[in-house]
């Protein structure tokens, strides 16, 4: 059997359809660590995609394709348009169609993003992951983000309230270097 042809390239406004459908995807299995309901998710409109996915850089959204499938996504965007926050983005987007679990692909995403992320000047990643989410902890984890913070009730899904643990990436050269607490 020939081996799947995977690629990562960022996406685009026309890509917006794919994006959209992979995300219901998900939100179908897994509305908390996705931070939504389905029912929301399906309201939303294409074109609110399609202008996620035509910010500027350093704003982007890589995608993973499995034979011309999107199979997964991540992104990063910036925290805030004020030139005091101009030093770090906020990851999101991390999520793998079932049909590709364990095999690498969000690892590489991510890795993919960061590394943009910090080509781009940016000094530290940031993220929340909402729990339970073991996976997803485990491979931020294992990528360097360490725990910075724990949000309480950070979503709200079907009546109940679910925590966020908050993790952050500095990028390795600036790390502790430029720290000046009052
Ligand atoms: C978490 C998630 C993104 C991982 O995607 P994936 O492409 O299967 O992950 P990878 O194959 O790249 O795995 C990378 C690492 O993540 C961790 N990991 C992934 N799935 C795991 C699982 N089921 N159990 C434990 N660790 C897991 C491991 O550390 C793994 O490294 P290893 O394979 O060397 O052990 C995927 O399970 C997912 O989409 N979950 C639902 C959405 C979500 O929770 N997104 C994260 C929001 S913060």
Redesign the pocket.
Known sequence: MTPAATGIRPLRASDAEAFSALRRE?CAL?PV??GISLEEELQRPIESFRSQLSMPVPNAVFGAFVDGELA?TAAVSRSSAFLAAAHKMTMWA???STR?????????LVEHAVAHAFANGIHRVN?T?YLP????L??YR?LGFVECGREPDAVQLGGRYYHGMQMTLCKAESADAAYEYP
Request: net charge positive; hydrophobic share 40%.
């Open positions: 998900l897994h660590q996705m997964a991390v999520f793998t590709h679990r364990r095999r690498g692909l969000s690892r590489r993220l992951v989410n073991d996976p997803a485990a491979l294992s």
